[in-house]
């Protein structure tokens, strides 16, 4: 069955974030839950997050201390149809990484059309262009999460950024993405 925002409480929200991620030290949840809790000083704005990790307490912890219990809908091991669906919902697509090559999640976002911000780290750049079909911002500043939200949402700019994340993604380069899928398997191996 087709979900709708109302299933999850999220009918009311200006904005919907999405992250999709392992919950470890390197991702940099915590500081898109700051960016949360300073967004939702202006706007009623809302984040789906998925996945599970060493992590998780922590964020959840974070989650209660800022009061953001009702904004923020935690999905962990779901099926990839759900997870797709899921991007649907969502209006901009977070990924605040510390560091790693260029996250799958990100391209995943773009396929889904969606606007990107992520972490001006490593390979990231490759996929998302600033101005485009996203925004870069520095890794560990919430307040440039929140800068970057914002002008998206003031400039309207949803639709011609989602646009421009599935032209890139059709243009993109998908023999890197075997490479990565394979390095990503190498590692879980190892």
């Not at 709708?4 to 915590?30: C, F, H, M, S, W």
């Not at 149809?81 to 990484?97: G, K, R, W």
Request: proline letters at 5%; a positive charge; one cysteine or more.
């Amino acid at each position: 069955a087709e979900i709708t925002r109302k299933d999850y409480n999220l009918q009311d929200a200006d904005i919907v974030l999405i992250n999709v991620n392992r919950l470890e030290p390197n991702k940099g949840v915590p500081y898109l839950i700051e960016a949360l809790k300073i967004l939702n000083q202006e706007l009623n704005v809302g984040l789906i997050l998925v996945g599970t990790g060493s992590e998780e307490e922590k964020i959840k912890s974070q989650i209660k201390r800022l009061g953001l219990e009702e904004k923020v809908k935690h999905f962990k091991n779901i099926p990839d149809e759900l997870m797709f669906q899921l991007y649907t919902l969502a209006d901009i697509s977070v990924t605040p990484t510390l560091y790693e090559g260029l996250p799958l999640v990100i391209l995943e976002a773009m396929a889904c059309g969606k606007p990107i911000v992520a972490s001006n780290v490593s390979e990231v750049p490759q996929a998302v262009k600033d101005g485009v079909n996203g925004f870069l911002v520095p890794p560990k500043n919430p307040r440039a999460i929140v800068d970057k939200i914002l002008e998206i949402y003031d400039k309207n700019l949803f639709v011609k950024m989602g646009v421009a994340s599935k032209k890139i993604v059709k243009n993109y380069d998908w023999s890197k993405i075997a490479k990565m899928a394979i390095r990503k398997y190498e590692e879980l191996v190892r």
